[in-house]
Nanobody, 128 residues
Framework: QVQLVESGGGLVQAGGSLRLSCAAS????????MGWFRQAPGKEREFVAS????????YYADSVKGRFTIPRDNAKNTGYLQMNSLKPEDTATYYC?????????????????????WGQGTQVTVSS
């Protein structure tokens, strides 16, 4: 089992920045790929970004490419989502997830069904 706890959400003005954290406990964090997903009210959950278990390789949704990054620190069992140039359409509940995906295939890395463990979510609200 891996337990994931997100933090760092909040209210920010458009153009601002936030850094979300995902603290993992339980099994060895660096055995798992990590993803961030988000869900806005009335919308389906969508992929945001993912990173390979050892770091390095990443994927991003087109809507956040160039604005968000997804570093991880395996020594601290923590992953992050650095969000810059935030827009009102980024408003959502953000979830981190961990799993052993077929990371070389973007389809699986971007698919929530590939992830086994999920955090409880943290709210991000961007005001215009």
């Amino acid at each position: 089992q891996v337990q994931l706890v997100e933090s760092g959400g909040g209210l920010v003005q458009a153009g601002g920045s936030l850094r979300l954290s995902c603290a993992a406990s339980g099994r060895t964090f660096n055995n798992y790929d990590m993803g961030w997903f988000r869900q806005a009210p009335g919308k389906e959950r969508e992929f945001v970004a993912s990173i390979f278990r050892s770091g390095g390789n990443t994927y991003y949704a087109d809507s956040v490419k160039g604005r968000f990054t997804i570093p991880r620190d395996n020594a601290k069992n923590t992953g992050y989502l650095q969000m810059n140039s935030l827009k009102p359409e980024d408003t959502a509940t953000y979830y981190c997830a961990a799993g052993r995906t077929d990371f070389s295939d973007a389809y699986y890395s971007k698919n929530g069904a590939s992830y086994t463990y999920w955090g409880q979510g943290t709210q991000v609200t961007v005001s215009s």
